[in-house]
Nanobody, 125 residues
């Protein structure tokens, strides 16, 4: 069964850190660009960060630049999102998504084929 499974969410105080993981099963992430999206209650889904299939390109939303870092370990079939200096406005359900591509130049926030179920991140004191 093809799956993307996010983990690592939880409740953290403002200024704290979390590391989200996105693990694939049933397929390899090697030929996929991966992105993290989030959706807060009452808001539209937004792209947070993306990484090209070999990690050569990484992009971030302006709201998370300098605080979040995306990385991937293709040997472990996993992509990570390190989130530091968390703010209450980072509270959302975070989703990872995969987009099949042969190019290491693809890293954007559209046309993703496969999605995980999401993990809740709550930043609150």
């Amino acid at each position: 069964q093809l799956q993307l499974v996010e983990s690592g969410g939880g409740l953290v105080q403002p200024g704290g850190s979390l590391r989200l993981s996105c693990a694939a099963s049933g397929f390899t992430l090697d030929y996929n660009a991966i992105a993290w999206f989030r959706q807060a209650p009452g808001k539209e889904r937004e792209g947070v960060s993306c990484i090209s299939r070999r990690g050569g390109i990484r992009n971030y939303a302006d709201s998370v630049k300098g605080r979040f870092t995306i990385s991937r370990d293709n040997a472990k079939n996993t992509v990570y999102l390190q989130m530091n200096s968390l703010k209450p406005e980072d509270t959302a359900v975070y989703y990872c998504a995969a987009r099949a591509t042969s190019l290491d130049s693809v890293c954007e926030f559209e046309r993703y084929d496969f999605w995980g179920q999401g993990t809740q991140v709550t930043v609150s004191s």
